[in-house]
């Protein structure tokens, strides 16, 4: 069974950059789709990117141009490198991944943008 754990969030200022990780624990072996998800105070859950196992990416509107999700296959690890940060950013960001038509999440890591 698949188990995430997002790293890397905490306060920055508007303009700022923040990378955030999401290490996997158990075989990657099927994993179809790896993304990012965040939740905003009193708003839904909503996608932020996607990444396929053939590498196609898919970009929300608001983060496109400045936001970038990768991967490292060898450190079981993906990524959301995050620039010219605005307070609209303000959320919970979650690392998803579907592996064989299962979905997992993890717990979330917080990313304010502040002054």
């Known amino acids: 069974q698949v188990q995430l754990v997002e790293s890397g969030g905490g306060l920055v200022q508007p303009g700022g950059s923040l990378r955030l990780s999401c290490a996997v624990s158990?075989?990657?072996?099927?994993?179809?789709?790896m993304g990012w998800y965040r939740q905003a105070p009193g708003k839904q859950r909503e996608m932020v990117t996607l990444?396929?196992?053939?590498?196609?990416?898919t970009y929300a509107g608001s983060v496109k141009g400045r936001f970038t999700i990768s991967r490292d296959n060898a450190k079981k690890t993906m990524y959301l490198q995050m620039n010219s940060l605005k307070p609209g950013d303000t959320a919970v960001y979650y690392c998803?991944?579907?592996?064989?038509?299962?979905?997992?999440w993890g717990k979330g890591t917080l990313v304010t943008v502040s002054s």
């Open positions: 990444v396929t196992s053939s590498d196609d990416t």
């Open positions: 998803n991944v579907l592996q064989r038509g299962i979905e997992y």
């Open positions: 158990g075989s990657i072996l099927g994993i179809n789709v």
